[in-house]
């Protein structure tokens, strides 16, 4: 009769005890807490950030133009006025030749997605160096069955 | 660790103000980040072993390279000079190169190519070379064009267009150790005059 509560009262009794004793076993510091004088010092290995060192790879006088490229590059990280410098670089293709190119694309590409009756227009108005428009229109719109 | 030589400073800048011993050496210590010339010495699978002049050799994986992937293999063998930087460097490991830095591109990094000649120098040597007005670098660049890579480990590999002027910049590089600036204007206009 009431054994089992009886067993896990004493188990709590047991349990409070036990966790009486074992805070009384820890140890704490009465010192106040010390501030954290060390998060202003810093332990670096590396010489880099003390004097700034260049990157390692250089080319002069156009002996390896991509290594030219990274140098102003690695380098302008550290100073941003020759950010600038970058932009204005001598492009490979001029611009006007970049527009022709792009008129010439557009129209390429532009055939990939026309639809079938639409490819074959274009394929009949290449042909004819006078493209008539009568045929093509004839064939988009609807026909009206003669009776 | 004791270390001996000047205590320098460098007043707040960007970050805090940083102090550092600029000591004179010649065996380098891998430290991560550095960028550094490694020999390959052997290749294991997938791992290349790079002697990079520290206490052990550094491992560099095969897909540590800019667009490599397990089937797209690196193009190294044994005994091609690699150009990387240090992934993990501490006295407790082996230390790892890569040839990719940290978004991905090789921004340099890699194989140097074939030709040129690799010599050794002390490292305050390098620091010097290295620092950013350098007379000397900008006195070379005016006699011919020519390749320079610098490796923090006291590695220097240079190529030019003939044997001769690649052995005339190895020599002026390392005799500029001792020279002073007056002596080293003296050699320089002597070989420009040639």
């Not at chain 2, 030589?5 to 991560?32: C, E, I, M, N, T």
């Not at chain 2, 040597?125 to 660049?141: F, H």
């Not at chain 2, 020599?171 to 206009?189: D, F, H, V």
Request: negative net charge; glycine residues 8%; charged residues 30%.
């Amino acid at each position: 009769f009431m054994q089992r509560s009886l067993d896990s009262q004493t188990k709590k009794q047991l349990e409070e005890e036990e966790k009486k004793i074992i805070s009384e076993e820890h140890w704490y510091l009465d010192l106040p807490d010390l501030k954290e004088k060390e998060s202003f010092i810093i332990e670096e290995r590396s010489f880099m950030p003390c004097e700034d060192l260049l990157y390692g790879r250089m080319s002069f006088k156009g002996f390896n133009p991509e290594i030219e490229r990274l140098m102003v590059q690695m380098n302008s990280k550290s100073k941003k006025e020759e950010v600038e410098v970058d932009d204005k670089m001598e492009a490979d293709v001029s611009d006007e030749e970049m527009a022709r190119r792009y008129e010439t694309l557009v129209g390429t590409i532009g055939k990939k997605f026309l639809k079938k009756r639409d490819q074959r227009v274009l394929q009949d108005e290449d042909e004819d160096e006078n493209s008539n428009t009568r045929p093509s229109k004839a064939k988009k719109m609807f026909l009206k069955p003669q009776d | 660790v004791t270390k001996c030589g000047l205590l320098r400073h460098r007043p707040a800048g960007g970050g805090g103000g940083a102090f550092w011993v600029d000591s004179q050496q010649k065996r380098y210590v891998p430290v991560k980040g550095d960028h550094v010339i490694g020999i390959v010495t052997a290749k294991t699978g997938d791992l290349f072993k790079v002697d990079v002049g520290g206490s052990e050799l550094a491992s560099l994986s095969y897909l540590a390279f800019e667009g490599a992937t397990k089937r797209n293999r690196p193009n190294v063998q044994v005994g091609d000079l690699i150009y990387g930087q240090f992934l993990v460097a501490n006295k407790d490991m082996e230390p790892e190169l890569v040839c990719i830095d940290s978004s991905g591109r090789a921004s340099g990094m890699g194989v140097i190519g074939q030709d040129g000649f690799l010599f050794k120098v002390t490292l305050g040597l390098i620091r010097k070379l290295l620092a950013p007005k350098c007379e000397i670098i900008e006195e070379l660049s005016q006699l011919y064009p020519f390749e320079l890579v610098l490796g923090m480990n006291g590695r220097i590999w240079v190529k030019a267009k003939t044997v001769q002027q690649t052995l005339i910049i190895v020599n002026i590089l390392e005799a500029c150790e001792y020279m002073t600036a007056e002596q080293r204007k003296q050699a320089l206009a002597k070989v420009s005059g040639n």
